[in-house]
């Protein structure tokens, strides 16, 4: 079973920059999309960055809230995603969860969904 565990979260001043990161407990045999994902209080689950793979070609979106401030990557010899947010503001406020979807390793290769259990993120002076 793939566990995915977040950490980086905490407590930033507007303008301020975080790393989030997100490791997984296992490789896997292939990674179909990865993302992290947003949630305020009071607020439905909202799209951070996904990154979507089809054949060989990787699609990378943002939420235009934080496109040009947010970067989702990759470490595959860690296990690890990471998101990269720079310029936070409060509305950045939320705790924020990662997603691995893709395939484990044999000997029978069976399809995942799995999340993290979700890091707080506080802007605020």
């Known amino acids: 079973q793939v566990q995915l565990v977040e950490s980086g979260g905490g407590l930033v001043q507007p303008g301020g920059s975080l790393r989030l990161s997100c490791a997984a407990n296992t490789t896997v045999f292939f990674i179909k999309a990865i993302g992290w994902y947003r949630q305020a209080p009071g607020k439905e689950r909202e799209m951070v960055a996904t990154v979507t793979t089809t054949g060989t070609i990787s699609t990378t979106n943002y939420a235009d809230s934080v496109q040009g401030r947010f970067t989702i990557s990759r470490d595959d010899a860690q296990n690890t995603l990471f998101l990269q947010m720079n310029s936070l503001r409060s509305e950045d406020t939320a705790v924020y969860s990662c997603?691995?979807?893709?395939?484990?390793?044999?000997?029978?290769?069976?399809?995942?969904?799995?999340w993290g259990q979700g890091t707080q993120v506080t802007v605020s002076s």
């Open positions: 997603n691995i979807n893709g395939v484990t390793h044999g000997p029978i290769h069976k399809w995942f969904d799995a």
